[in-house]
C-alpha cells in the first residue's frame, strides 16, 4: 500500500530517472546512429515531397500573403480541432485527444533530448530531476493517456462499429499500419515505464506516472520479478524505440505525412476558395487538366492533405443519390496517380469519358458545385478548383453532355439557357399592373439583374411578378435591363466552360458602366455570387488581343455593392415600407438554404427573417445553414439528366415531411432561389408528393402577407354598402 504521503514527497536531486537504464555504451551510440539515420530519411523525404509541389504550376491566388497571420489561424483552428468538432462530436474528442497527445509526447521527447544532448554537456548538469522530473512525469502520463483512449475509439470506429465514411477503395493496409503503430507506441511507451518501474523495485516518487506504476503493479501482480523486468527491459526498450524511429523515417512516405501537409493545406487556403474560381491564362495553348502537371502546387498539397476521413464523401449529395461522384476518391485518384507517375508508371488521360483515364466524365458532371465536400473538410481541400479543372479539360476536348453542351450553344447564340429569344426577356412584366423601369434610360437605385429562370421559364415568373410588386409596394427605385441581360454564367463557369463566362461577364460589365445606378439586387443566388465575388475578378484585359473573346472591358471590373433580394427586402420590412405586423400568415412551413446563398456567402438568415415577418410557424429541417443538402440544380445539374435514386430534390422533401418536428404538418416548402424551385417543383412530382406540401418562394410569401395586410386594414364602412 503506497502511503498518500508519498505524492506530496519534496523534490530532491535524486528525484529523476536514469535515461538509458540498462542500455550499455555501445548500444546507445547505435541507438544515436539510428536516430539520426531515421531523422535524416525524414527530411530528405520531406524535401523530396515539397520538391513535388514546386512542380507543380503557380497557383492563381495569393496562398502565402500575410504569412503569420496565416500561421497563427491555422494553428488555431489545428489545435481546438474546431472543424473536427463540427458534425461529429465523437470524432472531435477522438482526434483531440490524439493530436493533444501526441504533441504532448513530442514535446516531451525533445525536452529530454535537450536535456540530454545539449543542456547536460554544456553545464554538467541535468535539468530532468526534482520538480520539474515529477511535473513532466505527470502530464506525460496523463496526455499519454487520452492518446491512448483517443487511440483505442479510433480503432473501435473503424474495426468495431465499422464507420461507414472510414471505408473505400482509398482505404488499406497503409491506414492500418498507421492506426496500429501509433497506439503500439502509446500503449509501448506505458509498457517500457511500467517494466522499468518494476524493475527499479518502485522508486516511491514515481507513484507520479500514474499509468505506469498501476502497469507495474499489475504485472507484478502477474508475478514478474523484479530481476526479470531488469533482464526484458532492454528487449522492451529497444522494441518501443526502433518502432518510434521507423514511424518517424515513414512520416513523408504515406498516410502519416498528412500530419503536416494538412496544417500546411490549412495555412495556404483561399477564405473565398469555391465562390470564386481561379481564371485561365490568355495564353491558348495552355491546358487545364492534360497531365498532372497542369495541377498548381496547392493542387498537390491538397492531395496530399487528404486523412481519408470520409466526411467530403458523406456530406455530397451526388454521392448519397448513388452519382458516379466520391469527392475522395477524386482527390486520392489523383495523388495516386501522381505518385505512380513520379515511380515511373505510364501516362494515361486525367480525364475522358470511359476508357483508361484517372477520372471518368461522369464522375465530374455528376457534380452539383454545392461545396458540400469542401464545408465538411477539416483541412481545408479545394475539391472545386480541382473538380473545375477537370470539367475545363473535357469542354476543351469536347467530351461534354449533349445537354450541356445544347446549354452552352443557348448561351452563345442567345444570351440565355433556354435558347429563347432576347426580346422576349422582359415579357414577364407584362402582367404587372404598374410599368417596370429600363434601368438603361434611367437612373435608379438598384439594377435589379433578373436571370433566366425568371425571366424565361413560366414557374419562376411568377416570383418575378411577386418581387416586383414588393418593390413596388415599398416604393423601391429600382430598374431592369430588359434584352440586354443575358445569362450570368455562373454554373456554365462550374461546368467547365471558362470562355463563355469570359463572354458573358465582358458583356454585363460593359452594360453596368452604360447604367447609372448605386446597387445591383439578383433574383438568383448563383448570380448573386458571381457578381460579388467573380466579376471583379476578372482581368479583361489579358483577353484584348485574343481573336475568340470580344472583350470590350480593359482590365478589372470596380465592382458595385451586390446583394440577393432577401437582403434588400429584409430592409423594407424592418423599416416598415411593407407594413406587415408579423401574424398575416399561420402556415407552417420549412426553408430550404439555397448552396449559392447560404454555403457560398454565408446568407441564412434574411430569408428565415422574411418568413418569420409573414407569421408562418417555421420549422428547421435537420440539415439546414451550412449543412443545408443540395437541391441537385448547382453545377450544370439542372440540364442534365440523372437517374438518381431518389433524386436530391425528393431526399429534401422527404427530410421536410418526415423528419422535421413538425413532420407531415408541413405545408410550405419555401425556397430563395429559382434553381431549387424548378428542381423542388421536379421532385415534388416525381417523388409522389404533390398532395402533400407545396413549394413557393418567400416573395410569394410575403406578397400574401402583403394583400392580407392590405385587407385586414380595410374597414367595413369603406366597403361598399352591398357587401
Known amino acids: 500500500m503506497i502511503p498518500h504521503n508519498v505524492l506530496l514527497l519534496q523534490a530532491t536531486d535524486e528525484v529523476t530517472r536514469p535515461t538509458f537504464w540498462r542500455i550499455g555504451p555501445i548500444q546507445k551510440t547505435l541507438f544515436y546512429y539510428l536516430a539520426a539515420l531515421a531523422i535524416a530519411v525524414f527530411l530528405v523525404s520531406s524535401y523530396q515531397r515539397v520538391q513535388q509541389y514546386l512542380a507543380g504550376g503557380p497557383d492563381e491566388f495569393p496562398r502565402l500573403a500575410d504569412l503569420p497571420r496565416r500561421v497563427v489561424n491555422a494553428a488555431r483552428a489545428v489545435l481546438s480541432n474546431r472543424p473536427l468538432f463540427e458534425g461529429d462530436l465523437v470524432a472531435g474528442a477522438m482526434h483531440a485527444m490524439i493530436l493533444w497527445g501526441f504533441l504532448t509526447l513530442l514535446i516531451a521527447t525533445t525536452i529530454l533530448g535537450i536535456d540530454m544532448d545539449l543542456y547536460r554537456p554544456l553545464t554538467g548538469e541535468s535539468f530532468f530531476v526534482g520538480q520539474f522530473y515529477l511535473s513532466y512525469s505527470f502530464v506525460v502520463d496523463a496526455m499519454g493517456l487520452l492518446f491512448v483512449v483517443g487511440l483505442g475509439v479510433a480503432i ?9 465514411r472510414l471505408l473505400g477503395r482509398h482505404t488499406g493496409l497503409e491506414d492500418d499500419l498507421f492506426l496500429w503503430t501509433l497506439f503500439l507506441l502509446g500503449v509501448g511507451g506505458y509498457l517500457t515505464e511500467g517494466i522499468r518501474i518494476l524493475g527499479q523495485g518502485f522508486p516511491s516518487f514515481e507513484t507520479v506516472s500514474f499509468v505506469g506504476w498501476a502497469l507495474a503493479v499489475a504485472l507484478e501482480g502477474a508475478g514478474v520479478t ?33 500530419m503536416l501537409a494538412s496544417f500546411a493545406n490549412v495555412v495556404a487556403n483561399d477564405d473565398d476558395a469555391g465562390r470564386r474560381l481561379p481564371g485561365i491564362p490568355s495564353d491558348l ?27 467530403c464523401s458523406s456530406a455530397c449529395p451526388a454521392n448519397a443519390s448513388g452519382r458516379d461522384l466520391d469527392p475522395r476518391n477524386v482527390i486520392l485518384d489523383l495523388r495516386e496517380y501522381r505518385e505512380n507517375r513520379n515511380s515511373g508508371g505510364e501516362p494515361v488521360p486525367i480525364v475522358a469519358d470511359g476508357g483508361t483515364s484517372v477520372i471518368d466524365s461522369q464522375t465530374m ?21 480541382s473538380f473545375t479543372r477537370l470539367n ?23 444570351g440565355n439557357t433556354f435558347g429563347n429569344p432576347q426580346r422576349d426577356r422582359g415579357e414577364w412584366t407584362a402582367e404587372l399592373e404598374f410599368d417596370v423601369t429600363d434601368a438603361r434610360e434611367t437612373e435608379v437605385e438598384y439594377l435589379w439583374y433578373v436571370g433566366d429562370y425568371p425571366s424565361f421559364d ?40 471558362e470562355f463563355l463566362f469570359l463572354q458573358q461577364a465582358s458583356h454585363h460589365v460593359e452594360t453596368f458602366e452604360d447604367c447609372e445606378f448605386d446597387k445591383i439586387v439578383c ?10 465575388n467573380e466579376y471583379p475578378e476578372v482581368d479583361f484585359g489579358k483577353f484584348a488581343d485574343d481573336p475568340m473573346m470580344d472583350a470590350p472591358v480593359d482590365g478589372t471590373w470596380d465592382g458595385a455593392p451586390v446583394f440577393h433580394w432577401t437582403q434588400v427586402v429584409e430592409d423594407l420590412v424592418t423599416s416598415g415600407a411593407l407594413g406587415l405586423s408579423g401574424d398575416e400568415l399561420d402556415y407552417t412551413v420549412t426553408y430550404h438554404d439555397p448552396c449559392h446563398l447560404g454555403r457560398y456567402n454565408d446568407e441564412y438568415e434574411a430569408p428565415r427573417d422574411l418568413v418569420e415577418a409573414t407569421g408562418c410557424d417555421l420549422v428547421e429541417m435537420p ?29 429534401r422533401l422527404r427530410e421536410a415531411l418526415q423528419d422535421t418536428t413538425a413532420g407531415d404538418a408541413v405545408e410550405k416548402f419555401v425556397v430563395a432561389c429559382p434553381m431549387c424551385l424548378t428542381m423542388y417543383e421536379d421532385g415534388r412530382k416525381t417523388g409522389g408528393y404533390e398532395d402533400d406540401i407545396e413549394i413557393v418562394d418567400v416573395a410569394e410569401l410575403l406578397v400574401e402577407a402583403v394583400e392580407e395586410q392590405s385587407d385586414s386594414v380595410e374597414s367595413p364602412m369603406q366597403r361598399p354598402a352591398d357587401s
Open 156 to 164: 473501435y470506429r473503424r474495426y468495431g462499429v465499422r464507420t461507414d
Open 226 to 258: 523484479p530481476q526479470l523486468a531488469a533482464t526484458v527491459f532492454p528487449v522492451i526498450w529497444w522494441s518501443h524505440s526502433l518502432l518510434a524511429l521507423v514511424f518517424v523515417a515513414a512520416i513523408p512516405q504515406g498516410k502519416p505525412f498528412h
Open 285 to 311: 495553348d495552355a491546358t487545364n487538366a492534360a497531365s498532372i502537371d497542369d495541377f498548381t502546387w496547392k493542387d498537390r498539397l491538397d492531395q496530399d492533405a487528404c486523412t481519408k476521413c470520409g466526411r
Open 365 to 385: 458532371e455528376s457534380c452539383m458545385a454545392c461545396m458540400a465536400c469542401m464545408d465538411a473538410c477539416p483541412v481545408d481541400i479545394e475539391h472545386l478548383k
Open 392 to 414: 475545363r479539360q473535357l469542354v476543351d476536348e469536347g467530351e461534354v453532355d449533349s445537354n450541356l453542351q445544347d446549354t452552352f450553344q443557348n448561351v452563345m447564340q442567345n
Open 458 to 497: 413560366e414557374r419562376n415568373k411568377a416570383v418575378a411578378r411577386s418581387l416586383a410588386t414588393l418593390f413596388d409596394h415599398a416604393d423601391v427605385e429600382y430598374g431592369i435591363l430588359y434584352d440586354d441581360e443575358q445569362y450570368d454564367g455562373n454554373d456554365i463557369r462550374r461546368a467547365g466552360e
Open 523 to 532: 433574383t438568383d443566388p448563383h448570380s448573386y455570387n458571381t457578381f460579388t
Open 623 to 651: 440539415r439546414n445553414r451550412d449543412d443545408s443538402f443540395c437541391c441537385g440544380g448547382g453545377g450544370g445539374g439542372l440540364w442534365l439528366d440523372f437517374d438518381d435514386e431518389p433524386k436530391p430534390s425528393e431526399e
